[in-house]
């Protein structure tokens, strides 16, 4: 396959893949981008004709019912942020810095009423810590499809984790209404977004860019207007 898909402020990117065989592969080549592997389909993601990492800038969903808010390049992009906050704020890394010396000299103290001689670790961080507490982002199980989608947009925007929301098969799961909602909303938060769909569909919603390719393999571009 050689195509180009155009990512413009203005639209939502639309791709229809009505060839069965070929929308295998395409999904299948993300997947295989996102766990290292080589993909049978060569993506390229560029930016100003800079390639950029795949697996680095973009997130792509393949169920709307079981997508996680800690994996861990949130997770671990939480921790840094919260690290960084605290580092660099004169007044919290006093605080953290006092609090963990208590915390250190009541362990110490009680590891000395043993017999033993005993080293340890006192340039500790911020984000060492957070791993021990284990700190995650709550999840609200009980939310709609459309809302725990829509918070995933807000972590994404919020710690810039990805620069392209590819969303697999999603718009049989979403009506009209919620499908602008969500157009909306990734256009508010400054993130691009492509749906890849495995069949065709003749209208075109407000802010879609549409490229079809059918059974044939014939393209097909169309916009709103």
């Not at 507490?133 to 947009?153: A, F, G, H, P």
């Not at 909306?184 to 749906?195: E, N, P, Q, S, T």
């Amino acid at each position: 396959m050689d195509n180009d898909i155009e990512f413009l402020c203005e639209y939502v990117n639309v791709l229809e893949v009505e060839n069965k065989d070929l929308y295998v592969k395409i999904v299948q080549s993300f997947h295989q981008i996102m766990d290292g592997f080589e993909p049978i389909e060569p993506i390229v993601l560029l930016d100003k004709n800079k390639e950029l990492s795949l697996s680095k800038n973009i997130t792509i969903l393949y169920d709307p019912f079981n997508f996680e808010f800690n994996n861990k390049n949130i997770i671990t992009k939480l921790y840094q942020v919260i690290n960084e906050e605290i580092v660099n704020n004169l007044e919290c890394k006093y605080e953290f810095d006092s609090l963990l010396k208590q915390l250190s000299r009541i362990i110490l103290n009680v590891a000395a009423e043993f017999n033993w001689d005993y080293s340890y670790n006192d340039n500790v961080y911020p984000i060492d810590y957070l791993k021990v507490l284990n700190l995650k982002i709550e999840e609200q199980r009980e939310q709609k499809v459309l809302d725990r989608l829509l918070s995933l947009i807000d972590i994404l925007s919020e710690f810039k984790l990805s620069n392209l929301l590819i969303l697999v098969n999603f718009k049989c799961y979403f009506q009209e209404n919620e499908l602008l909602e969500i157009y909306k909303y990734v256009k508010y938060k400054g993130i691009c977004l492509l749906l890849i769909e495995p069949f065709k569909m003749e209208k075109v919603l407000p802010y879609e860019l549409k490229l079809t390719i059918d059974s044939e393999y014939d393209e097909f571009l169309k916009r709103f207007v």
